[in-house]
């Protein structure tokens, strides 16, 4: 069975950052595109970054251009999203996901597109 485990999720002021971490087991990382949403109370959830198997193609939401950075390395099947300056908008549930791709470096933002999921780590920012 197909897991992926977040980590590195807390609560931080603002302007500070986080690193979160996804592991991913039992699949063929190298297939995959890998994506970073987020979830806030009461909105729908939003793609916030996503990389391409390969690491060549990378799409973030305007809302965290130039404070997100989005990584993989696919000898530790892990992917990370450095997150600086952060806002108390930021505050929300962070989930990672996989979808399916080959070896293309097609990214999508629809949720629905995405196969598999991890259970989410929270990520507070305090004002």
């Known amino acids: 069975q197909v897991q992926l485990v977040e980590s590195g999720g807390g609560l931080v002021q603002a302007g500070g950052s986080l690193r979160l971490s996804c592991a991913a087991s039992r699949l063929t990382f190298t297939l995959y595109a890998m994506g970073w949403f987020r979830q806030a109370p009461g909105k729908e959830r939003e793609l916030v970054a996503a990389?391409?198997?390969?690491?060549?193609?990378?799409y973030y939401a305007d809302s965290v251009k130039g404070r997100f950075t989005i990584s993989r390395d696919n000898a530790k099947n892990t992917v990370y999203l450095q997150m600086n300056s952060l806002r108390p908008e930021d505050t929300a549930l962070y989930y990672c996901?996989?979808?399916?791709?080959?070896?293309?470096?097609?990214?999508?933002?629809?949720?629905?597109?995405?196969?598999?999921w991890g259970r989410g780590t929270q990520v507070t920012v305090s004002s």
């Open positions: 996901a996989a979808d399916y791709t080959g070896y293309s470096g097609t990214l999508i933002s629809s949720p629905n597109e995405y196969d598999y």
């Open positions: 990389v391409s198997w390969n690491g060549a193609n990378i």
